[in-house]
């Protein structure tokens, strides 16, 4: 247990150091690097106690320790320098172990302000050198300060998390156990841990356990915290390995009895290079993790893995081949964790895969156990609540294991052979659940009988005025924000409309919205909705509205001009309703869905292009651009009508083709190859840069090997730009087009009120940066990477809609509308997942 005095010290630490290190893991790096050269010392001065000379700081290094540093006559400014010279170098220093060397490499001082350091060291000072279990504890909190900060994408498995994966694994004390993304060693610390209560140790034991725990990790510094946190703990010579799980094979005939693993949700930017030593082709972290870990059991290995919900149901080859491997080599359970248990810092939802080789030899079945309640709330703070299931999961897994499954609400049993009738081998459990009972607990009312519905005014045209007291709330005015109208009349209460009030246009257009604009007169065709707030959440009601549109519409509508639908039909309407504290929960996990899809939108609706110009780069008129600048064909031989066709030689495409920027092969219109061969102008040659100069001004699209089509001819509404890529790449001057430095310029020179146009003689005087090659080459390869961001969250919204969808759709105890597009939710996570970056590996 972490006692006060040693909490307060180390965040006494932090506060020292916030000014001059904001970032909270760098903080930990020098409160680790503190503390190792403080017990170095202490170990120094035990041993002259019991008769013996100082090691660590001897010779050369003598000058460094602990008692010089703060000697009298020594000034804070030679304090710093001696601090500074003492940690860059003991990585050198001959006296000490391997294991303190291997914590010093690249250590430095990342400010050079010594009143900070002197406050700093004195602080450390009041820690004393002990392998006991108090200080194990006291850097474990250390470690969990910065797995709340979540920076740059950083965090680390809640330990509750990881307490359960090994209490469901199990490791014993003869197994030898692997974490192949370790981090700061939490599933080691946890498995010692689990090993030393579950059984008697002998000396002679706890010496052979320990040596029989293995972590490797990418990155530098998760090796030097891993590698404290274990020696703290009582692992005097912990085997931790600065090692590229995924690209390095040095290691790969190792094996062990047991692995625990939260590998990286995400891959590298610039994607995963692995050796050709896997199984399964893949450059996705989280496949080629668990494809190595499933790898590298022994014949009677056991795993436990947190992954993505992507490894669960992914459609792509490469995640179905891992399925199928899984389900026939290893894979027993599936365990289904809450969306929010990396919250704060992350809202990703995960599983758990269960492997063990020997046991699935005994059983055609797998196991699969939903968890909804961790033992936390799903907040930002993570707080405690009653409920929690993580015991119960242990004992259904456990009896599992042992034969004795009892099928429950919260855990069933399927065959493999179902699994994979379809060969896609989803691991999703709900799938493979016959019955949804959700429904059966939720009564059913009308609307009328928990809502007041209230009609809005009747107004005449005379009354609406271009200016006035109060905005009149129109049906044209409900989704959009066009023309609106005012009105200077005093009326009864009702018939206002205010912030937080729910609305529902019931003509012409159709939906509810919560108003969230200044106070309003709302129309005759618009209701407002008072729901009983003891009986159903308002916000519930806005979403059950939402997804009963349709319907409504459908089942109520009257009218043949101007659909309608009646107060009558609406208040008559039956909705499910489920307690209050369900409405809530509802309600709370789909505003987080909420925010996920606002900040996506937000990223996608405010993206552009920017290229930071260097003054020393050439500027050219268009003009004088490397470039050649092509105009579609007119005259007598343009084709007519009757030309086109919806098959034939030549592909000719009109504006609404080019479109996002790229092609849109919608309403595709074709002609001869007769009609081509006419034809003297406006033919597409690869690498060519397309742009949209009628209508929609600006829109651009590159014709490169990935476009089906060979024969591409264009009409009058843009221009082919044909660079010479020896002094102008394409895709540079494609991007460049999408710019914002471009739309400042075009926006500048467009003609035409009616059609806006670009026209050549317009486009001459625009001006290009052209710097070298090797720029062009550094700026595209940023903005693509941008832009895969961009477009990964454009694949979020769709499926965190569609996340909201099921959600509502649960409450009825049916599925959410299919699209027609029936893999978008995993073509989306597929583009997702290549998009998100970097993220620590380890536990």
Known sequence: MLDTTTRKRIDDCRDILVGKLPDAKAQIEQITIGLI????????????????????FSG?????????????????????????????????NPNIPQLFRNIFKNAYLPYRDPETLKLFLKTIGGFEYTHSEKLGDAFEYLLSIMGSQGDAGQ??????????????????????????????????????????????????????????????????????????NLYLHGFSDPHIWEYDTLSSDERWNESFDVVLANPPFMSPKGGIRPHKKFSIASNRSEVLFVDYIAEHLNSQGRAGIIVPEGVIFQSGTAYKALRKMLVDTSLYAVVSLPAGIFNPYSGVKTSILLLDKQLVKTTDEILFVKIDNDGYNLGAQRNAVKGGQ????????????????????????????????????????????????????????????????????????????????????????????????????????????????????????????????AKSIYHYHIWKMEPDETRINKKFLYLVLDRETEAIKAEGG?????????????????????????????????????????????????????????????????????FKIIDGDRGSNYPNGDDFSSEGYCLFLNTKNVRDNGFRFNELLFISKEKDELLRKGKLQREDVLLTTRGTIGNTAYYNDSIPYNNIRINSGMLIFRPDNKKLLSEYLYYFFQSENCETQFSRIVSGAAQPQLPIRSLNSAIIPIPSIEVQNHIVTQIVKELTLVNANKELIAIFEGKIKERIAKVWGGAAPTSPKGDLASAAEEVLLAAEPEVEYGA
């Open 37 to 56: 050269y403080k017990f170095m010392d202490d170990m120094d001065k035990e041993a002259v106690e019991l008769g013996g000379a100082e090691k660590f």
């Open 60 to 92: 050369d290094f003598a000058k460094y320790s602990w008692d010089s540093l703060f000697d009298a006559r020594v000034t804070a400014i030679e304090m710093l320098n001696l601090y500074s010279e003492a940690i860059a170098s003991m990585d050198k």
């Open 155 to 228: 965090f680390r498995t809640p330990r509750h998390i990881i307490d359960f994966l090994v209490a469901v694994v199990d490791p014993k004390k003869t197994d030898t156990i692997l974490d192949p993304a370790c981090g700061t060693a939490g599933f080691l610390i946890s498995a010692f841990k689990h090993i030393m209560n579950g059984s008697a140790i002998t000396p002679d034991e706890r010496k052979r356990l320990i040596n029989n725990f293995t972590g490797y990790d990418i990155s530098p510094d998760m090796v030097r915290l891993s590698l404290v």
């Open 390 to 517: 993580l015991d119960e999961a242990i004992q259904i897994i456990h009896h599992f294991r042992a034969g004795t499954l009892s099928e429950t609400d919260m855990a069933h049993a399927v065959s493999k052979s179902v699994i994979a009738q379809n060969g896609d081998y989803n691991l999703s459990g709900e799938r493979y659940k016959s019955v949804n009972t959700l429904s059966t607990n939720f009564v059913s009312v009308k609307l009328g009988e928990i809502c007041r519905v209230i009609n809005g005014r009747a107004y005449k045209q005379e009354e609406l005025l271009d200016s006035g007291k109060y905005p009149v709330l129109r049906v044209g005015n409900f989704f959009s924000n066009r023309g609106w109208y005012y009105s200077d009349l005093e009326l009864e209460p009702d018939k206002y409309c205010e912030k937080g009030d729910l609305l529902y246009a019931w003509s012409a257009s159709f939906g509810p919205k919560i108003w969230d604009g």
């Open 558 to 626: 009257r009218g043949i001009a101007m659909i309608h639908i009646t107060k009558g039909g609406i208040e008559e309407r039956e909705i499910p309703l489920p307690p209050l504290s369900i409405q809530e929960e509802i309600v709370a996990e789909i505003d987080g869905y909420q925010k996920i899809i606002d900040g996506a939108k937000m990223v996608v609706e405010n993206y552009k292009p920017k290229i930071d110009i260097d003054p020393e780069w050439e500027m050219v008129e268009f003009e004088k651009a490397p």
